[in-house]
Nanobody, 119 residues
């Protein structure tokens, strides 16, 4: 079965940095769009950053200029470099892999990794 495994979360101080990684197995990684989402307690899960199979990226306004998403297809891994972290970035971060092939959707999620930013 398909697996997405996140790592790199943790506790960091205001203004610090973290790099999240998500490694996928059992998918043709290079053809998937990949995304990072986050969910804070009591809130909905929101898109943070996304990268297409062609390498185009988009970001939530709240993280533009601070976060960078990238992918390494040879390693089946997508990264989220997070700089200048703020307490409002505290959330569980989830990796997503998505593919629309014809009229069939392939939509996979990781288990999440906690990021906590202290003030």
């Amino acid at each position: 079965q398909v697996q997405l495994v996140e790592s790199g979360g943790g506790l960091v101080q205001f203004g610090g940095s973290l790099r999240l990684s998500c490694t996928a197995s059992r998918i043709i990684f290079s053809i998937y769009a990949l995304g990072w989402y986050r969910q804070a307690p009591g809130k909905q899960r929101d898109l943070v950053a996304r990268i297409t199979d062609g390498g185009s990226t988009n970001y939530a306004d709240s993280v533009k200029g601070r976060f960078t998403i990238s992918r390494d297809n040879a390693k089946n891994t997508v990264y989220l470099q997070m700089n200048n972290l703020k307490p409002e970035d505290t959330a569980v971060y989830y990796c997503n892999a998505y593919l629309l092939a014809g009229n069939k959707e392939y939509d996979y999620w990781g288990q999440g990794t906690q990021v906590t930013v202290s003030s």
